[in-house]
């Protein structure tokens, strides 16, 4: 079992950067890739970066690939996003995940999931 919980959201200025947190509970964390998504009002729940086991790959999707950076310490539980340059397209609810599976962008591939953060960004 894996608990996750979020931290980090609120109101940003387009331009800026955000930094969003995920601490996990369960001895068996560094075994997980760990994934982070995000859901607008009427949209689907859509991936934005995953992080391997140990740290040493990850994956970003197209939204936010250069200006996002994923990343995790197995010894503190915990797995961060950030996101420079936000932009208002950027505002959703994010939540942290955790998936088995060595590399995943599916949302039905992830076991455990946050209760999730919300993020708006003002133009």
């Known amino acids: 079992q894996v608990q996750l919980v979020e931290s980090g959201g609120g109101l940003v200025q387009a331009g800026s950067s955000l930094r969003l947190s995920c601490a996990a509970s369960?001895?068996?964390?560094?075994?997980?890739?760990m994934g982070w998504f995000r859901q607008a009002p009427g949209k689907e729940r859509d991936f934005v970066a995953a992080?391997?086991?140990?740290?040493?790959?990850?994956y970003y999707a197209d939204s936010v690939k250069g200006r996002s950076t994923i990343s995790r310490d197995n010894a503190k539980n915990t797995v961060t996003l950030q996101i420079d340059t936000m932009k208002p397209e950027d505002t959703a609810v994010y939540y942290c995940?955790?998936?088995?599976?060595?590399?995943?962008?599916?949302?039905?591939?992830?076991?455990?999931w946050g209760q999730g953060t919300q993020v708006t960004v003002s133009s």
């Open positions: 995940a955790a998936t088995p599976f060595q590399s995943s962008s599916r949302t039905t591939e992830y076991n455990y």
């Open positions: 369960g001895r068996t964390f560094s075994t997980y890739t």
């Open positions: 992080i391997s086991w140990r740290g040493g790959t990850t």
